[in-house]
C-alpha cells in the first residue's frame, strides 16, 4: 500500500506543503491568549472516540486560524469580525475534524517512519541553509526560540504526514474521466459580460391575494411546508449555574486541592506588559508610525495616562476597553522582538517603537512574577470557581437522578413535575415547543442528548437523566408527533408572504417583456432603464455558473447569456429577487486547442475537488460512528455562536 502511496504522490503533494507551510509559518507568531475559553491547559475542551482535545491545542489552533485571517483582512480584521466568522467554532471543529482522521489513518494500519519524518523536516525551507539542513543544534535552536521542543514539533509533523497519507490512499479511487476534464475547461473558457437592469420585487405595488391562492399554493408545494416527526415534551432542568451558586468550597478542601495540584499552578518568569500599536502597510509605513509613537512617548513623558494613550492610539481589537493591558505572560507567548523587548525592561519602563509582524509598538511593563508556584491566596478564587464547578457537575446528575426515580414512583404528569420542582431552587420545569430529532429546543439551542432520549420514548415515559447545555434534564414525553402537512392556519403567514412574492416576480416579468418590446434602433436598453426609473449595471466578466455582478448567483442569468452574441438582448429572466433584462457586452468562447495544454493541471484540481467532498464525507460518517462530546463550556461556547449565526 505504502508503494502505491509514493506512486500517486504526484497528484497530492502539494497537500503535504500546504499543512507545513502553514504549520511552519504558525511557529513564528503569537497572538494573545484565547479569550472567553474557561478550562487550564491540560483539560479536555472535546472528546472524540474517548480521545481528549485540550485546551492548549485549542488556544494554539485558535491563534493560527487569527494569523490567517489577519493575512486576509489586514486591518479590517477585529474581534467582532471573528466573533460574526465563528472563529472559537471553526477551531475547536477543525481540532476534532483532524482528530477524526488521525483515527481514520490508524484504523487502516498508516504509519509514519522515522526515516520519512526526518527527511520531510530537512526539506522544510525555515531548516535549510545554502539547500541543506541546519544540523541538529541549529534546528533545536530555532523550534527553542519559538517555544517548540523538537518532540513536539515531530510529533505534530508526524501527524501531518499521516494525514497526508490517508488523503493520498482516498485519492487512489478517484477518477476524473476526459469528458469531466473536457467540461471543467469549456466552463472555464466560456466566459461573457452583460450590461443589466434588474426590477426588484420591493419595486412592484401591493399585490392581492385570494384566500383560494393560498390554499392552492400550499397544496401544490406540500413537500416544502411538510413537518417531520416530533416530539412533545416537558422537562425538569437542573440548572448546573444555579446549583453552583449555592456551594460554598471549605478552606480545608481550597488547601487540600492546592497541595494536591502544585503543578498546575507552576509558573515560569512573566511580565505584565500593556502596548500600543499601529499597524503598517496600506496608508501607513513603519517609518510614518515609528515617528507617531515617538510623539506618544512624548505625551506620556508629559503626563499623559498611558490606558487613556492606549485607548485613543492603538489599533490592537480591544485595546479601548483594557487600556492596552496584555495581563501577564510567559517566554515563548509573543513573537520574540515583543518578548525581548519585555522581558529586558524593568517595570514602569517604556520600550520602544518595536517592530513586530503585527506592526510597530511601543509598551510599558507594569509587573513581574518570577518562577515559582503561585501563591495560594492569588489562586484561590480560581480554585473555588473550579472546585464549584465540579461539586456542582456530580450534585446536578445526581439531583436529576433522584428526580427521576421520584417522577416515576409519583405519576409521569407535568403536575408532579411541577410539585417536584416547587421545593428546590436550582430546578425548574421547561414545556418547550415540539422539536424534530436533533432539531433546536427552545431555550436550549443544540441539544442532542435531550432530543434523542425524547424520540427513544413512548409517550408517557420517563428519560433517564441526560446532560443538556444547562445542566441536566428528566425528559417526560407528552405525545408523537407523525410527520404531517400542516394547516394553513399554522403557516399562513410564510404561505402569503411566498405567494405574493411570486406574484410581484411575475409582474416584474410582465414589465420587462413590454419594455423589452419597445427596444429598437431608436431605443436602447439605458433608455428602457430610465423610463423605468432604474439604472443599468455592468456585471464583470464571468462563467456559465458564476457570480453575475450585483445579482449575485444567478444561474439563469449566467445560462441565458452563454446562449448569445455580443449585443444581442436577453431576457427578462426571472430570479430570486425580481426580474432582470441584459445586453451581452463581450463572449468569450472555448478553445479546444488553446485549452488542451492545460488538461493535466485541470484534472489534478478536480481530484482536488472530489478528494475533499470525499473527506468533508468521511469525516461526517466517522464523527457520528465514533461520537464527539465537547465540555460544558465549550458546548455552550458553540450554542451561543450558532444563536449568534442564526440571529
Same mark, same amino acid.
Given at each position: 500500500?505504502?508503494?502505491?502511496?509514493?506512486?500517486?504522490?504526484?497528484?497530492?503533494?502539494?497537500?503535504?506543503?500546504?499543512?507545513?507551510?502553514?504549520?511552519?509559518?504558525?511557529?513564528?507568531?503569537?497572538?494573545?491568549?484565547?479569550?472567553?475559553?474557561?478550562?487550564?491547559?491540560?483539560?479536555?475542551?472535546?472528546?472524540?472516540?474517548?480521545?481528549?482535545?485540550?485546551?492548549?491545542?485549542?488556544?494554539?489552533?485558535?491563534?493560527?486560524?487569527?494569523?490567517?485571517?489577519?493575512?486576509?483582512?489586514?486591518?479590517?480584521?477585529?474581534?467582532?469580525?471573528?466573533?460574526?466568522?465563528?472563529?472559537?467554532?471553526?477551531?475547536?471543529?477543525?481540532?476534532?475534524?483532524?482528530?477524526?482522521?488521525?483515527?481514520?489513518?490508524?484504523?487502516?494500519?498508516?504509519?509514519?517512519?522515522?526515516?520519512?519524518?526526518?527527511?520531510?523536516?530537512?526539506?522544510?525551507?525555515?531548516?535549510?541553509?545554502?539547500?541543506?539542513?541546519?544540523?541538529?543544534?541549529?534546528?533545536?535552536?530555532?523550534?527553542?526560540?519559538?517555544?517548540?521542543?523538537?518532540?513536539?514539533?515531530?510529533?505534530?509533523?508526524?501527524?501531518?504526514?499521516?494525514?497526508?497519507?490517508?488523503?493520498?490512499?482516498?485519492?487512489?479511487?478517484?477518477?476524473?474521466?476526459?469528458?469531466?476534464?473536457?467540461?471543467?475547461?469549456?466552463?472555464?473558457?466560456?466566459?461573457?459580460?452583460?450590461?443589466?437592469?434588474?426590477?426588484?420585487?420591493?419595486?412592484?405595488?401591493?399585490?392581492?391575494?385570494?384566500?383560494?391562492?393560498?390554499?392552492?399554493?400550499?397544496?401544490?408545494?406540500?413537500?416544502?411546508?411538510?413537518?417531520?416527526?416530533?416530539?412533545?415534551?416537558?422537562?425538569?432542568?437542573?440548572?448546573?449555574?444555579?446549583?453552583?451558586?449555592?456551594?460554598?468550597?471549605?478552606?480545608?478542601?481550597?488547601?487540600?486541592?492546592?497541595?494536591?495540584?502544585?503543578?498546575?499552578?507552576?509558573?515560569?518568569?512573566?511580565?505584565?506588559?500593556?502596548?500600543?500599536?499601529?499597524?503598517?502597510?496600506?496608508?501607513?509605513?513603519?517609518?510614518?508610525?515609528?515617528?507617531?509613537?515617538?510623539?506618544?512617548?512624548?505625551?506620556?513623558?508629559?503626563?499623559?495616562?498611558?490606558?487613556?494613550?492606549?485607548?485613543?492610539?492603538?489599533?490592537?481589537?480591544?485595546?479601548?476597553?483594557?487600556?492596552?493591558?496584555?495581563?501577564?505572560?510567559?517566554?515563548?507567548?509573543?513573537?520574540?522582538?515583543?518578548?525581548?523587548?519585555?522581558?529586558?525592561?524593568?517595570?514602569?519602563?517604556?520600550?520602544?517603537?518595536?517592530?513586530?509582524?503585527?506592526?510597530?509598538?511601543?509598551?510599558?511593563?507594569?509587573?513581574?512574577?518570577?518562577?515559582?508556584?503561585?501563591?495560594?491566596?492569588?489562586?484561590?478564587?480560581?480554585?473555588?470557581?473550579?472546585?464549584?464547578?465540579?461539586?456542582?457537575?456530580?450534585?446536578?446528575?445526581?439531583?436529576?437522578?433522584?428526580?427521576?426515580?421520584?417522577?416515576?414512583?409519583?405519576?409521569?404528569?407535568?403536575?408532579?413535575?411541577?410539585?417536584?420542582?416547587?421545593?428546590?431552587?436550582?430546578?425548574?420545569?421547561?414545556?418547550?415547543?415540539? *422539536?424534530? $430529532? &436533533? /432539531?433546536? %429546543?427552545?431555550?436550549? !439551542?443544540? +441539544?442532542?442528548?435531550?432530543?434523542? #432520549? @425524547?424520540?427513544? =420514548?413512548?409517550?408517557?415515559?420517563?428519560?433517564?437523566?441526560?446532560?443538556?447545555?444547562?445542566?441536566?434534564?428528566?425528559?417526560?414525553?407528552?405525545?408523537?408527533?407523525?410527520?404531517?402537512?400542516?394547516?394553513?392556519?399554522?403557516?399562513?403567514?410564510?404561505?402569503?408572504?411566498?405567494?405574493?412574492?411570486?406574484?410581484?416576480?411575475?409582474?416584474?416579468?410582465?414589465?420587462?417583456?413590454?419594455?423589452?418590446?419597445?427596444?429598437?434602433?431608436?431605443?436602447?436598453?439605458?433608455?428602457?432603464?430610465?423610463?423605468?426609473?432604474?439604472?443599468?449595471?455592468?456585471?464583470?466578466? *464571468?462563467? $456559465? &455558473? /458564476?457570480? %453575475?455582478?450585483?445579482? !449575485?448567483? +444567478?444561474?439563469?442569468?449566467?445560462? #441565458? @447569456?452563454?446562449? =448569445?452574441?455580443?449585443?444581442?438582448?436577453?431576457?427578462?429572466?426571472?430570479?430570486?429577487?425580481?426580474?432582470?433584462?441584459?445586453?451581452?457586452?463581450?463572449?468569450?468562447?472555448?478553445?479546444?486547442?488553446?485549452?488542451?495544454?492545460?488538461?493535466?493541471?485541470?484534472?489534478?484540481?478536480?481530484?482536488?475537488?472530489?478528494?475533499?467532498?470525499?473527506?468533508?464525507?468521511?469525516?461526517?460518517?466517522?464523527?457520528?460512528?465514533?461520537?464527539?462530546?465537547?465540555?460544558?463550556?465549550?458546548?455552550?461556547?458553540?450554542?451561543?455562536?450558532?444563536?449568534?449565526?442564526?440571529?
Amino acid at each position: 500500500m505504502l508503494k502505491a502511496i509514493r506512486d500517486n504522490l504526484k497528484y497530492l503533494s502539494w497537500v503535504l506543503w500546504i499543512v507545513i507551510a502553514a504549520f511552519v509559518a504558525a511557529l513564528f507568531f503569537d497572538f494573545g491568549a484565547l479569550t472567553g475559553m474557561p478550562g487550564t491547559a491540560g483539560d479536555a475542551a472535546a472528546h472524540v472516540a474517548g480521545e481528549p482535545i485540550t485546551y492548549a491545542e485549542l488556544q494554539e489552533q485558535h491563534r493560527q486560524l487569527d494569523q490567517q485571517y489577519r493575512q486576509m483582512f489586514g486591518a479590517q480584521w477585529s474581534s467582532e469580525l471573528a466573533q460574526q466568522l465563528g472563529l472559537e467554532r471553526q477551531a475547536i471543529e477543525s481540532l476534532v475534524n483532524r482528530k477524526v482522521l488521525l483515527l481514520e489513518a490508524e484504523r487502516l494500519g498508516l504509519a509514519v517512519g522515522d526515516e520519512e519524518l526526518a527527511q520531510a523536516i530537512r526539506e522544510v525551507p525555515v531548516f535549510q541553509e545554502d539547500g541543506r539542513f541546519v544540523g541538529a543544534a541549529r534546528y533545536a535552536e530555532i523550534l527553542s526560540g519559538n517555544g517548540y521542543t523538537p518532540e513536539r514539533f515531530e510529533s505534530d509533523m508526524r501527524q501531518d504526514l499521516l494525514i497526508q497519507k490517508l488523503q493520498q490512499v482516498l485519492s487512489q479511487n478517484l477518477f476524473v474521466s476526459d469528458a469531466a476534464v473536457e467540461g471543467a475547461l469549456r466552463e472555464e473558457a466560456e466566459r461573457a459580460s452583460i450590461a443589466y437592469l434588474q426590477l426588484t420585487t420591493s419595486e412592484i405595488g401591493e399585490v392581492e391575494v385570494a384566500q383560494a391562492e393560498l390554499e392552492r399554493h400550499l397544496q401544490e408545494n406540500q413537500a416544502d411546508f411538510q413537518l417531520p416527526a416530533q416530539r412533545r415534551v416537558a422537562y425538569l432542568l437542573v440548572d448546573q449555574s444555579q446549583v453552583a451558586a449555592e456551594l460554598a468550597p471549605s478552606d480545608a478542601e481550597l488547601q487540600a486541592y492546592y497541595q494536591d495540584h502544585q503543578d498546575e499552578f507552576r509558573i515560569e518568569e512573566q511580565v505584565q506588559a500593556r502596548h500600543i500599536l499601529l499597524r503598517t502597510g496600506g496608508d501607513r509605513t513603519v517609518e510614518q508610525a515609528r515617528a507617531e509613537l515617538e510623539r506618544a512617548r512624548e505625551r506620556l513623558a508629559g503626563g499623559e495616562d498611558f490606558a487613556a494613550l492606549a485607548a485613543e492610539l492603538s489599533e490592537e481589537p480591544g485595546a479601548a476597553q483594557r487600556g492596552g493591558d496584555l495581563g501577564f505572560f510567559g517566554r515563548g507567548q509573543m513573537v520574540p522582538e515583543f518578548e525581548q523587548a519585555a522581558f529586558g525592561a524593568e517595570v514602569g519602563e517604556v520600550v520602544g517603537p518595536i517592530e513586530t509582524p503585527f506592526g510597530v509598538h511601543i509598551l510599558e511593563v507594569t509587573g513581574r512574577r518570577p518562577a515559582g508556584v503561585r501563591p495560594f491566596a492569588e489562586v484561590r478564587a480560581e480554585i473555588a470557581q473550579r472546585l464549584r464547578g465540579e461539586q456542582a457537575a456530580t450534585r446536578a446528575r445526581e439531583l436529576a437522578g433522584e428526580l427521576a426515580g421520584e417522577l416515576r414512583d409519583g405519576g409521569a404528569t407535568v403536575e408532579e413535575m411541577e410539585a417536584l420542582a416547587a421545593s428546590r431552587p436550582a430546578v425548574e420545569v421547561e414545556r418547550p415547543a415540539p *422539536f424534530a $430529532a &436533533g /432539531g433546536f %429546543v427552545a431555550g436550549l !439551542g443544540q +441539544a442532542r442528548e435531550l432530543t434523542d #432520549a @425524547a424520540f427513544a =420514548l413512548d409517550p408517557g415515559a420517563v428519560s433517564d437523566p441526560v446532560q443538556v447545555p444547562r445542566g441536566w434534564a428528566v425528559v417526560l414525553v407528552q405525545e408523537a408527533l407523525p410527520p404531517r402537512v400542516p394547516e394553513l392556519s399554522e403557516v399562513e403567514a410564510q404561505v402569503r408572504r411566498e405567494v405574493e412574492q411570486e406574484k410581484r416576480r411575475q409582474a416584474a416579468v410582465l414589465r420587462l417583456s413590454e419594455a423589452k418590446a419597445s427596444l429598437g434602433a431608436e431605443r436602447s436598453l439605458e433608455d428602457v432603464a430610465a423610463d423605468l426609473g432604474l439604472q443599468v449595471s455592468e456585471s464583470g466578466e *464571468f462563467g $456559465a &455558473g /458564476g457570480t %453575475v455582478g450585483t445579482l !449575485g448567483y +444567478a444561474p439563469a442569468v449566467a445560462k #441565458a @447569456a452563454m446562449e =448569445l452574441a455580443e449585443g444581442e438582448i436577453g431576457g427578462p429572466i426571472a430570479t430570486p429577487q425580481g426580474a432582470v433584462l441584459f445586453r451581452v457586452t463581450s463572449r468569450q468562447r472555448y478553445d479546444p486547442a488553446t485549452a488542451a495544454g492545460r488538461r493535466d493541471e485541470v484534472r489534478e484540481r478536480l481530484i482536488g475537488e472530489r478528494l475533499g467532498a470525499l473527506q468533508a464525507a468521511l469525516i461526517q460518517q466517522r464523527r457520528e460512528e465514533l461520537g464527539v462530546t465537547y465540555s460544558r463550556e465549550i458546548a455552550e461556547t458553540l450554542q451561543a455562536g450558532a444563536g449568534a449565526q442564526e440571529g
